[in-house]
């Protein structure tokens, strides 16, 4: 999740009775004489992420016949509700959608689809009313607690072969939304199964990377003895790599999230960026795809929600590095 798109958490909805009482608005038939239907696609940002969603759902609706109409909120809420009545005007099937702001931002435009009696399914993060039954028809997201345990797994071997089993480590996280703390936890679990030694001697809020930057300078120069770091997002990971950088430590840095920028710093020469942990989009749309087409139909997805796991980008295996810069 990149700084930016940990803004959001969202959430869509659709009654069974509804869709069971007339056949969907938008629906039409294909040469094979099958339904084919109009999927509205709420994104709150453009980055690579994102555009994976939205590649993997267009690939899996073309297959069926199908049509995405992809609205940007540029993770604004005012642009959400009005690009949301848009696409309930325009009478679509139903709705994949990752709010602009918060669970709690976009509830109020998350029910004014479910009094539309159109079925929405929640993708990316979705906490409290955004994963609730009486709201959404799916939620498909990623296991943020895995994208934690993802890194802290390498982060373990790590410290085992060459910190002496010891480590003192400082944290910048994104407290302020539950999934970084699910993050987070995942981390510190998968170091304390591994039976390493680690004293956490900082932990500071920071998932900007103007921000973060300068947050991890201070966290180094007063504890010295830092000897690992690690982030609970794109923003805070890239930060630390910099503040690093800055200080000429050589001190190894365990991050969350994948962008091209943190692939290019998993490549770069400077051994500092070891491993990240970043979100399958994908693996996502491919859920969401397949509970939205459930609930259009008016089946019920059970279980309501899917939890997808990271992928772990480690310096140690170039391939995949490259392999994800290639596309």
């Given at each position: 999740?990149?700084?930016?798109?940990?803004?959001?958490?969202?959430?869509?909805?659709?009654?069974?009775?509804?869709?069971?009482?007339?056949?969907?608005?938008?629906?039409?038939?294909?040469?094979?004489g099958k339904s084919t239907y109009t999927i509205g696609l709420v994104l709150p940002q453009g980055d690579k992420y994102f555009q994976?969603?939205?590649?993997?759902?267009?690939?899996?609706?073309?297959?069926?016949?199908n049509e995405i109409v992809v609205v940007n909120t540029n993770n604004d809420?005012?642009?959400?509700?009005?690009?949301?009545?848009?696409?309930?005007?325009r009478k679509v099937n139903a709705i994949v959608m990752q709010p602009a702001t918060s669970s709690a931002g976009s509830v109020a435009t998350m029910?004014?689809?479910?009094?539309?009696?159109?079925?929405?399914?929640?993708?990316?993060?979705?906490?409290?009313?955004?994963?609730?039954?009486?709201?959404?028809?799916?939620v498909a997201q990623s296991d943020n607690t895995a994208l934690g345990t993802g890194t802290g797994d390498v982060a373990a071997k790590y410290i085992k072969a060459k910190l002496g089993g010891k480590a003192v480590v400082g944290m910048l996280n994104c407290d302020s939304f539950?999934?970084?703390?699910?993050?987070?936890?995942?981390?510190?679990?998968?170091?304390?199964?591994?039976?390493?030694?680690?004293?956490?001697?900082?932990?500071?809020?920071g998932f900007l990377p103007d921000k973060a930057?300068?947050?991890?300078?201070?966290?180094?120069?007063?504890?010295?003895?830092?000897?690992?770091?690690?982030?609970?997002?794109?923003?805070?990971?890239?930060?630390?790599?910099?503040?690093?950088?800055?200080?000429r430590k050589s001190i190894p840095v365990?991050?969350?999230?994948?962008?091209?920028?943190l692939a290019r710093h998993l490549q770069d020469s400077n051994n500092i960026l070891q491993a990240t942990t970043g979100q399958d989009a994908q693996g996502t749309a491919e859920k969401a795809y397949a509970q939205v087409i459930k609930a259009i139909k008016g089946e019920a997805n059970s279980p309501l929600e899917l939890l997808?796991?990271?992928?772990?980008?480690?310096?140690?295996?170039?391939?995949g590095i490259s392999k994800y810069l290639a596309g």
């Open positions: 999740m990149t700084s930016r798109r940990l803004i959001g958490l969202v959430a869509v909805a659709a009654t069974a009775t509804a869709l069971g009482a007339c056949s969907p608005a938008n629906s039409g038939a294909g040469a094979d994976g969603i939205q590649d993997g759902l267009k690939a899996a609706a073309k297959a069926d016949g809420a005012s642009t959400e509700a009005s690009q949301v009545q848009n696409l309930i005007q029910k004014s689809v479910t009094a539309a009696h159109i079925p929405l399914i929640c993708f990316g993060n979705c906490t409290d009313q955004a994963a609730d039954p009486s709201i959404v028809k799916g539950e999934v970084c703390k699910l993050r987070k936890a995942g981390f510190k679990d998968a170091l304390a199964k591994a039976g390493v030694q680690v004293q956490y001697v900082a932990d500071q809020e930057t300068p947050i991890a300078t201070n966290m180094l120069s007063a504890n010295p003895n830092i000897n690992l770091m690690w982030s609970a997002n794109e923003g805070g990971t890239i930060g630390i790599v910099t503040a690093v950088k800055n200080s365990f991050g969350t999230d994948i962008s091209d920028e997808v796991p990271g992928i772990t980008f480690d310096r140690a295996n170039p391939d």
